[in-house]
Structures are given as structure tokens and as C-alpha cells.
């Protein structure tokens, strides 16, 4: 059984940063892509981050290109995702999500099989 946890999140103020940590129980996260994705009260769960397990590949949404950074420790079966510059946009609930079945990381929330129970952010002006 392939079990995600996210932490990290809280309430910050616009401008500051914040670090999630996605830790990964149950399988070795060195054949597992990773992202991050998040939902905001009322909206649509959206991608917004992704690195795949060879880490060849990084994926952004534009909305954080630049001030997002995501990353893995295989070594700690963890990923990461790093948020700075945050601001009251980025209030919402962050999963973190896995797939050790598709090819190349996508930003299809229906494509990945293993999800995390999410972590809330919320940044106040």
C-alpha cells in the first residue's frame, strides 16, 4: 500500500515563503513521478508542479513558474515543493500525487493513482 503525507503548510503573510515535504511510504519513490497539485474553495483541483521519477523532467504551472520549486530526495522517499514569494492566490489545499504507471509526468489529476490527504495553505494579506 502506497501511502502519501503531506506537511508543511500553515498560514503565512503575502510575500513569504513556505516549504511542503510529500512523504512517501510503501514503494520507493525512484520509479514514482511526483507532483503537487492544489484546490482552492470553489474551484477545480489544478496542477501545479511535477517532477518525474528520473528527474529528467520539470513541469510548472505558469501561475507559479519562477516562484515555485519543486524537488526530490530519493534517498528520503520524500518530495518537496518549495513556495516563495506566495501570495493570497495561493491559499488552497495542496496534495501531493504519484504515478509509477504513465510515462511522462502530465497535469491530468486523473492520471495519477496514489494521492496524499493534502495540506492547507492559507496567505492573508
Known amino acids: 500500500q502506497v501511502v502519501l503525507v503531506e506537511s508543511g503548510g500553515g498560514m503565512v503573510q503575502t510575500g513569504e515563503s513556505l516549504k511542503l515535504s510529500c512523504s512517501v511510504s510503501?514503494?520507493?519513490?525512484?520509479?514514482?513521478?511526483i507532483v503537487w497539485f492544489r484546490q482552492a474553495p470553489g474551484k477545480e483541483r489544478e496542477f501545479v508542479a511535477g517532477?518525474?521519477?528520473?528527474?529528467?523532467?520539470?513541469l510548472y504551472a505558469e501561475s507559479v513558474r519562477g516562484r515555485y520549486s519543486i524537488s526530490r530526495d530519493n534517498a528520503k522517499n520524500t518530495g518537496f515543493l518549495q513556495m516563495t514569494s506566495l501570495t493570497t492566490e495561493d491559499t488552497a489545499v495542496y496534495y501531493c500525487?504519484?504515478?509509477?504507471?504513465?510515462?511522462?509526468?502530465?497535469?491530468?489529476?486523473?492520471?495519477?493513482?496514489?494521492w496524499g490527504r493534502g495540506t492547507q495553505v492559507t496567505v492573508s494579506s
Open positions: 500525487a504519484a504515478s509509477g504507471r504513465i510515462v511522462e509526468i502530465t497535469t491530468r489529476v486523473q492520471d495519477y493513482e496514489f
Open positions: 510503501g514503494r520507493t519513490i525512484n520509479y514514482l513521478h
Open positions: 517532477a518525474s521519477y528520473g528527474g529528467v523532467r520539470i
